[in-house]
């Protein structure tokens, strides 16, 4: 097949399979990355390889930005004390238990190809947790802390990752020059992404073109991570930063059609390379067995697959607890500062470990040779013991979560309702406010001022909720209302329809009064 009937075949399956999880209530990476491993494993058909550089550069930086774009600033450093002990402080220690236990179960894999294994299995993946938490809606607090995890995870284990191969390529390690390094690196890459990040604002807020724009910010990503990764610094961190100063600026700087036009295109775009991740995962495993090696048998295979596997999600549950815990028992700042949460929400996020797409191209972008041009040890190996964690992970966590979620009843806390409520009170107030000072500046046009009064005040009717407990009652008045205003928009556009079918007015007419219908739905629907 031409590599372009390939790539149309993979959207084909990514839309199938999406429409197919919804409708049986499997998280979607986890049927992408089935129906890819299926896939693979029919005789006949072309094999598809994932080369690291497509991941690295092609789909890892549009996702990292988008979710670093809709990030609060605000939320993560509230919980920067978990984020770092998940993002760094959980990274680090999943590296030196994996390489342990790895060097323990076969002595002929070098320590710095046993790090660098640590390394490629210990970033839990973006999309998979947070996909399953907002579909199942886990209180906030623990969509920060996962979300916020997954934006600075990867980083840290792409710095870890890259100082491991170096010493087992160069067979040299030094713990001091690491530290140097991983510091360098990290905050090399924060810097980068402010450059970065700033640029993309200044640029944004002069133009007044939404194409236009919505294009600019498609490239911003990669003006992230191109010079980062070209100095020798963190292009994931890069990204980030970037992602989160563009976002906290783009309700200052980008005009309402850019903001409706780019919000469709990223959601695209995201759910796209989304598919296409997952679907590529599965369709390895043909590639990854070729490459094993004949020497080993499959009980050894499989033994060390199963023990690599409860390790890494062991050595999570058992850094959850105390790094929850301990810091305010300890600590009284902490204490007083930070709620405790419960058990069972703990629980949650320690099972929130499925790996993905980051460490199976790390995997894969491993180097063939070392000094002196003698292959890599234990390689294909690495390979396969990546892809064994990412399915032991992602398909046996990910599909167990949702029911774990459940069983231990967990939901939604209602907060982000509550914040939304908050923000239309404070905009009505401030609309009224402005009323009244147009009655006075524009006396001629009293009726149309009291015709939007009249609307604002009737919308205050709409916002009773419980300021103390967050807790926000279902609308049934304005639920109703919203079906109505849909009925009557329905009738427009069936009007304006058949006024085209019948050839009295142009499709060129017909779209123009359908884009302003449609923007009154979506507001009925807000």
């Given at each position: 097949m031409h590599p372009v009937e390939v790539v149309l075949a993979l959207l084909l399956l990514v839309a199938l399979l999406t429409v197919t999880a919804r409708r049986i209530g499997v998280p979607y990476p986890i049927l992408m990355t089935l129906g890819g491993l299926g896939l693979g494993l029919v005789p006949g058909l072309p094999r598809v390889e994932l080369a690291p550089d497509i991941v690295f550069l092609l789909f890892l930086p549009p996702l990292l930005f988008a979710a670093a774009f809709f990030t609060s600033p605000r939320e993560l450093a509230a919980n920067a004390r978990p984020i770092g002990l998940l993002a760094i402080g959980l990274v680090l220690a999943t590296t030196v238990i994996v390489a342990v236990a790895v060097h323990t179960l076969a002595p002929g894999v070098p320590w710095a190809v046993a790090f660098a294994l640590g390394a490629i299995v210990s970033p839990p993946d973006a999309?998979?947790?947070?996909?399953?938490?907002?579909?199942?809606?886990?209180?906030?607090?623990?969509?920060?802390?996962?979300?916020?995890?997954?934006?600075?995870?990867?980083?840290?284990?792409?710095?870890?990752?890259?100082?491991?191969?170096?010493?087992?390529?160069?067979?040299?390690?030094?713990?001091?020059?690491?530290a140097v390094s991983f510091v360098v690196v990290s905050v090399g890459g924060v810097a980068i992404g402010l450059l970065a990040g700033w640029a993309i604002v200044f640029v944004l807020s002069r133009l007044n073109d939404p194409p236009v724009e919505v294009l600019f910010s498609l490239l911003g990503p990669f003006g992230a991570w191109l010079p980062a990764e070209a100095i020798g610094v963190s292009g994931v961190l890069s990204v980030v930063t970037a992602g989160i100063v563009v976002g906290r600026k783009a309700p200052r700087i980008l005009g309402s059609d850019a903001r409706i036009l780019g919000s469709g295109v990223w959601q695209m775009v995201v759910f796209t390379l989304n598919g296409l991740v997952f679907i590529l995962i599965g369709l390895q495993l043909p590639n990854i067995l070729d490459t094993l090696s004949a020497s080993r048998t499959f009980g050894e295979l499989a033994s060390w697959a199963v023990i690599v596997s409860v390790t890494v999600i062991l050595v999570r549950l058992v850094w959850v607890f105390p790094g929850t815990y301990l810091p305010g028992w300890l600590i009284p700042a902490v204490?007083?500062?930070?709620?405790?949460?419960?058990?069972?929400?703990?629980l949650i996020v320690g099972w929130a470990g499925m790996r993905g797409v980051v460490s199976l191209a790390a995997a894969l972008a491993l180097p063939l040779t070392v000094a002196g041009g003698a292959p890599?040890?234990?390689?294909?190996?690495?390979?396969?013991l990546t892809f064994s964690v990412i399915l032991a992970t992602l398909v046996g966590q990910g599909l167990t979560l949702p029911w774990l979620i459940r069983r231990l009843g967990i939901g939604d806390d209602g907060s982000a309702d509550h914040e939304e409520l908050h923000a239309r009170e404070a905009s009505v107030t401030a609309a009224l406010a402005r009323l009244d000072e147009l009655a006075v500046e524009m006396p001629g046009h009293q009726e149309l001022l009291d015709h939007l009064r009249e609307r604002h005040e009737h919308a205050t009717e709409h916002f009773e909720h419980d300021h103390e407990s967050g807790e926000v009652p279902l609308d049934q008045e304005a639920i109703e209302h919203a079906a109505i205003r849909r009925a009557v928009i329905d009738a427009q556009r069936l009007a304006v329809i058949d006024l085209r079918d019948r050839g009295v007015i142009s499709d060129e007419a017909l779209r123009r009064v359908e884009r302003g219908l449609d923007l009154e739905e979506l507001r009925a629907e807000g």
């Amino acid at each position: 097949m031409h590599p372009v009937e390939v790539v149309l075949a993979l959207l084909l399956l990514v839309a199938l399979l999406t429409v197919t999880a919804r409708r049986i209530g499997v998280p979607y990476p986890i049927l992408m990355t089935l129906g890819g491993l299926g896939l693979g494993l029919v005789p006949g058909l072309p094999r598809v390889e994932l080369a690291p550089d497509i991941v690295f550069l092609l789909f890892l930086p549009p996702l990292l930005f988008a979710a670093a774009f809709f990030t609060s600033p605000r939320e993560l450093a509230a919980n920067a004390r978990p984020i770092g002990l998940l993002a760094i402080g959980l990274v680090l220690a999943t590296t030196v238990i994996v390489a342990v236990a790895v060097h323990t179960l076969a002595p002929g894999v070098p320590w710095a190809v046993a790090f660098a294994l640590g390394a490629i299995v210990s970033p839990p993946d973006a999309v998979a947790a947070t996909a399953i938490a907002q579909r199942l809606g886990l209180p906030r607090r623990m969509v920060i802390i996962l979300e916020g995890e997954s934006l600075v995870n990867d980083a840290t284990a792409l710095v870890a990752y890259r100082l491991a191969v170096i010493a087992a390529v160069s067979g040299t390690f030094s713990l001091g020059n690491a530290a140097v390094s991983f510091v360098v690196v990290s905050v090399g890459g924060v810097a980068i992404g402010l450059l970065a990040g700033w640029a993309i604002v200044f640029v944004l807020s002069r133009l007044n073109d939404p194409p236009v724009e919505v294009l600019f910010s498609l490239l911003g990503p990669f003006g992230a991570w191109l010079p980062a990764e070209a100095i020798g610094v963190s292009g994931v961190l890069s990204v980030v930063t970037a992602g989160i100063v563009v976002g906290r600026k783009a309700p200052r700087i980008l005009g309402s059609d850019a903001r409706i036009l780019g919000s469709g295109v990223w959601q695209m775009v995201v759910f796209t390379l989304n598919g296409l991740v997952f679907i590529l995962i599965g369709l390895q495993l043909p590639n990854i067995l070729d490459t094993l090696s004949a020497s080993r048998t499959f009980g050894e295979l499989a033994s060390w697959a199963v023990i690599v596997s409860v390790t890494v999600i062991l050595v999570r549950l058992v850094w959850v607890f105390p790094g929850t815990y301990l810091p305010g028992w300890l600590i009284p700042a902490v204490r007083a500062r930070e709620q405790r949460p419960p058990v069972r929400n703990v629980l949650i996020v320690g099972w929130a470990g499925m790996r993905g797409v980051v460490s199976l191209a790390a995997a894969l972008a491993l180097p063939l040779t070392v000094a002196g041009g003698a292959p890599f040890p234990q390689r294909d190996l690495v390979i396969f013991l990546t892809f064994s964690v990412i399915l032991a992970t992602l398909v046996g966590q990910g599909l167990t979560l949702p029911w774990l979620i459940r069983r231990l009843g967990i939901g939604d806390d209602g907060s982000a309702d509550h914040e939304e409520l908050h923000a239309r009170e404070a905009s009505v107030t401030a609309a009224l406010a402005r009323l009244d000072e147009l009655a006075v500046e524009m006396p001629g046009h009293q009726e149309l001022l009291d015709h939007l009064r009249e609307r604002h005040e009737h919308a205050t009717e709409h916002f009773e909720h419980d300021h103390e407990s967050g807790e926000v009652p279902l609308d049934q008045e304005a639920i109703e209302h919203a079906a109505i205003r849909r009925a009557v928009i329905d009738a427009q556009r069936l009007a304006v329809i058949d006024l085209r079918d019948r050839g009295v007015i142009s499709d060129e007419a017909l779209r123009r009064v359908e884009r302003g219908l449609d923007l009154e739905e979506l507001r009925a629907e807000g």
